[in-house]
T-cell receptor, first 114, second 110 residues
Framework: ETGVTQSPTHLIKTRGQQVTLRCSSQSGHNTVSWYQQALGQGPQFIFQ???????GRGNFPPRFSGLQFPNYSSELNVNALELDDSALYLC?????????????FGPGTRLTVL | AQRVTQPEKLLSVFKGAPVELKCNYS??????LFWYVQYSRQRLQLLLRHISRESIKGFTADLNKGETSFHLKKPFAQEEDSAMYYC????????????FGKGTKLSVKP
């Protein structure tokens, strides 16, 4: 069984640029959630994808967007990067059933915006 | 407002001492409560959730709806318990949207 993987591990961008982060969900999982974790803070929910459709969104502007593919992997896209977007971005996958939806986290992508 | 509060940023105890990591929440409805742990250089992982009522690695947590608390406890701390601990909640029917606290760093000294 393969766990959640994320790429790249870290990257540096400049203000105004666009970035795409990738996540491969754990084998058998159908749901992917994205979180932003600023330094010294807990993870903050960005949005969730279930069966390729957005299924819940946190308090993030539209320049944060995502996709989920038929193999349930996912992308997080951020346009017009701002300095405050510097953070660790976590992906979590889960298998949604009536009885459980435990989320399994990836190692994260560290984004630095200069 | 939905919120999770962990009042302690850092908690330092000696090996063998009892540990209590505090978590208070604000939520209108019936939330599910979780504790996640992140050991050094490892990913965030679920430690326990209140609906399973399990004891994991000697840790327990009881949901107190009257005090809106979900404190994490262990009677005898071990050095390997040193980690970052996050309390989180999810609203029933929220499709797993987790709201996290800011975390408490537990340091267990020999």
């Amino acid at each position: 069984e393969t766990g959640v993987t994320q790429s790249p591990t870290h990257l540096i961008k400049t203000r105004g640029q666009q970035v795409t982060l990738r996540c491969s969900s754990q084998s058998g999982h159908n749901t992917v959630s994205w979180y932003q974790q600023a330094l010294g803070q807990g993870p903050q929910f960005i949005f969730q994808y279930y069966r390729e459709e957005e299924n819940g969104r946190g308090n993030f502007p539209p320049r944060f967007s995502g996709l989920q593919f038929p193999n349930y992997s996912s992308e997080l896209n951020v346009n017009a990067l701002e300095l405050d977007d510097s953070a660790l971005y976590l992906c979590a996958s889960s298998l949604r059933t009536p009885s459980t939806d435990t989320q399994y986290f990836g190692p994260g992508t560290r984004l630095t915006v200069l | 407002a939905q919120r999770v509060t962990q009042p302690e940023k850092l908690l330092s105890v000696f090996k063998g001492a009892p540990v209590e990591l505090k978590c208070n929440y604000s939520y209108s409805g019936s939330p599910e409560l979780f504790w996640y742990v992140q050991y050094s250089r490892q990913r965030l992982q679920l430690l326990l959730r209140h609906i399973s009522r399990e004891s994991i690695k000697g840790f327990t947590a009881d949901l107190n709806k009257g005090e809106t608390s979900f404190h994490l406890k262990k009677p005898f701390a071990q050095e390997e318990d040193s980690a970052m601990y996050y309390c989180a909640l999810s609203g029933r029917g929220s499709q797993g949207n987790l709201i996290f606290g800011k975390g408490t760093k537990l340091s267990v000294k020999p």
